[in-house]
């Protein structure tokens, strides 16, 4: 967001030659302009062909209409196979990977561009990781540390590196907070602890984990254990520095990130990446190929066997310009926002239980039950009311058998929400309450 300066500047307004009244009636303009542009729903076209109030962006996040208009540009354009050919397209195509690749080089601030590995999932981004890392470094009595809260895709990749390997894997639990435990950390982390692998946010609750501190803890103790921060329910929320945090790997995906479906991002450092096999066998990941034996392409086609998803890539390209022009501040301002209204509404529904939204940070994510009332039952009778939010066991069942609760609702705000979406949810819950006879 530029500054009232800045906005006399683009328009060659002399501040010293300006009368006051000027310029108090132009910063009345920019105040007005910011605000029409501050409805960023707009931006989002699924919400004027859909009468949706919808609460599930922490599953999947809607998009902006810059982002869809990115997909038809890049196939009238564009469209080629990268790397298979000399002709202008293809090479128009490998320029577009390349692009993005720096593009999100620069979103994490990763040191160089081909530490960034394009996948199409953060699930495929951790599976890379555990077989390219976890079955090649990983050892017999070596340990895995794991948050209690992970995500499935974040724990089951890890069990199978440790039946294969005969490692093993101990659980941090969680504060009063629902926080990762620290103390518990510290007692589990040992010379042994060959990876840590934890989210940055919980995707069930929103609670923010304090990944720089667990970082520095696992170096001090262990400058060999290596740490992947599973990003893909934070990134839309808050900046990641790989750099900064000293992560060894960062995952996300797109489509969490205002992107279509099918793209993501594994990040590494590049050392270790270097020392890592291939995931996947073929296509551009190829150097040689002789009767007899292979060898394989640097980093990072080494591990983007196949051809490349190039729609994905410009598309994410374009989603992080619309993230930065937005800016994470604003991002921060609308979910926080709202989110603190919708706890309050919240509160005086005494049918309703919250989970860990006291004396903690959160990202836009709220879980929640009605008393006594299945969370797939009043899912459905929300979705009556188009309001659409997440219900079950949001695939952390660990999380879930160590809570004591079976499955819960999720509500879960981006910047094309407002308070009319928690009004819904409040009158849809309160239709629960009239059909169930709370």
């Given at each position: 967001?530029?500054?009232?300066?800045?906005?006399?500047?683009?328009?060659?307004?002399?501040?010293?030659?300006?009368?006051?009244?000027?310029?108090?009636?132009?910063?009345?303009?920019?105040?007005?302009?910011?605000?029409?542009?501050?409805?960023?729903?707009?931006?989002?076209?699924?919400?004027?062909?859909?009468?949706?109030?919808?609460?599930?962006?922490?599953?999947?996040?809607?998009?902006?209409?810059?982002?869809?208009?990115?997909?038809?540009?890049?196939?009238?354009?564009?469209?080629?196979?990268?790397?298979?050919?000399?002709?202008?397209?293809?090479?128009?195509?490998?320029?577009?990977?390349?692009?993005?690749?720096?593009?999100?080089?620069?979103?994490?601030?990763?040191?160089?561009?081909?530490?960034?590995?394009?996948?199409?999932?953060?699930?495929e981004s951790i599976n890379l990781i555990a077989y390219s890392y976890g079955m090649e470094f990983i050892n017999e009595n070596d340990e895995i540390i794991l948050g209690i809260s992970n995500h499935h895709a974040n724990i089951v990749p890890w069990q199978f590196v440790a039946k294969k390997k005969?490692?093993?894997?101990?659980?941090?639990?969680?504060?009063?907070?629902?926080?990762?435990?620290?103390?518990?950390?510290?007692?589990?982390?040992?010379?042994?602890?060959?990876?840590?692998?934890?989210?940055?946010?919980?995707?069930?609750?929103?609670?923010?984990?304090?990944?720089?501190?667990?970082?520095?803890?696992?170096?001090?103790?262990?400058?060999?254990?290596?740490i992947l921060v599973d990003a893909a329910q934070s990134m839309l929320h808050f900046k990641h520095d790989v750099q900064e945090l000293d992560a060894d790997f960062l995952v996300f995906s797109g489509h969490k990130l205002f992107t279509p479906m099918g793209i993501g991002v594994m990040y590494g450092?590049?050392?270790?990446?270097?020392?890592?096999?291939?995931?996947?066998?073929?296509?551009?990941?190829?150097?040689?190929?002789?009767?007899?034996?292979?060898?394989?392409?640097?980093?990072?086609?080494?591990?983007?066997?196949?051809?490349?998803?190039?729609?994905?890539?410009?598309?994410?390209?374009?989603?992080?310009?619309?993230?930065?022009?937005?800016?994470?501040?604003?991002?921060?301002?609308?979910?926080?926002?709202?989110?603190e209204i919708a706890l309050e509404k919240l509160k005086k529904l005494d049918f309703v239980e919250t989970y860990f939204t006291k004396d903690v940070k959160r990202a836009g994510i709220i879980a929640f039950n009605v008393k006594n009332v299945h969370s797939h039952d009043v899912a459905f009778i929300?979705?009556?009311?188009?309001?659409?939010?997440?219900?079950?066991?949001?695939?952390?069942?660990?999380?879930?058998?160590?809570?004591?609760?079976?499955?819960?609702?999720?509500?879960?705000?981006?910047?094309?929400?407002?308070?009319?979406?928690?009004?819904?949810?409040?009158?849809?819950?309160?239709?629960?309450?009239?059909?169930?006879?709370?």
């Amino acid at each position: 967001m530029k500054s009232w300066k800045e906005e006399f500047k683009i328009k060659n307004i002399n501040l010293k030659n300006c009368p006051q009244s000027d310029i108090i009636f132009y910063c009345l303009w920019v105040k007005l302009y910011r605000e029409v542009k501050m409805d960023y729903r707009k931006e989002f076209p699924i919400f004027k062909n859909r009468n949706n109030h919808y609460l599930d962006t922490a599953a999947t996040s809607q998009k902006p209409k810059r982002v869809l208009d990115k997909i038809m540009e890049y196939y009238e354009k564009y469209n080629g196979n990268p790397g298979r050919g000399s002709h202008t397209l293809s090479m128009e195509a490998s320029n577009l990977m390349a692009n993005a690749r720096k593009t999100v080089q620069k979103f994490i601030n990763a040191k160089y561009p081909e530490e960034v590995i394009f996948t199409k999932s953060t699930t495929e981004s951790i599976n890379l990781i555990a077989y390219s890392y976890g079955m090649e470094f990983i050892n017999e009595n070596d340990e895995i540390i794991l948050g209690i809260s992970n995500h499935h895709a974040n724990i089951v990749p890890w069990q199978f590196v440790a039946k294969k390997k005969n490692a093993k894997i101990k659980f941090v639990y969680l504060t009063e907070n629902g926080q990762f435990d620290i103390e518990d950390f510290k007692n589990k982390l040992s010379d042994k602890t060959k990876l840590v692998a934890i989210s940055a946010v919980v995707n069930v609750t929103g609670v923010i984990q304090p990944i720089k501190e667990i970082i520095e803890i696992a170096r001090n103790k262990n400058k060999n254990t290596r740490i992947l921060v599973d990003a893909a329910q934070s990134m839309l929320h808050f900046k990641h520095d790989v750099q900064e945090l000293d992560a060894d790997f960062l995952v996300f995906s797109g489509h969490k990130l205002f992107t279509p479906m099918g793209i993501g991002v594994m990040y590494g450092k590049k050392d270790i990446l270097d020392k890592m096999p291939p995931f996947l066998y073929g296509g551009d990941m190829i150097e040689f190929v002789t009767e007899e034996e292979s060898t394989f392409a640097p980093l990072p086609n080494k591990f983007e066997g196949g051809t490349q998803n190039v729609e994905g890539a410009v598309t994410l390209e374009e989603a992080i310009n619309f993230i930065e022009e937005v800016s994470y501040e604003k991002i921060n301002e609308i979910e926080n926002s709202l989110t603190e209204i919708a706890l309050e509404k919240l509160k005086k529904l005494d049918f309703v239980e919250t989970y860990f939204t006291k004396d903690v940070k959160r990202a836009g994510i709220i879980a929640f039950n009605v008393k006594n009332v299945h969370s797939h039952d009043v899912a459905f009778i929300l979705d009556s009311y188009n309001v659409a939010v997440r219900s079950g066991h949001h695939c952390a069942q660990p999380l879930m058998k160590y809570l004591g609760v079976p499955s819960c609702c999720r509500a879960s705000f981006s910047i094309y929400n407002n308070e009319e979406d928690i009004d819904k949810l409040i009158e849809g819950l309160l239709k629960v309450k009239e059909v169930f006879e709370l």
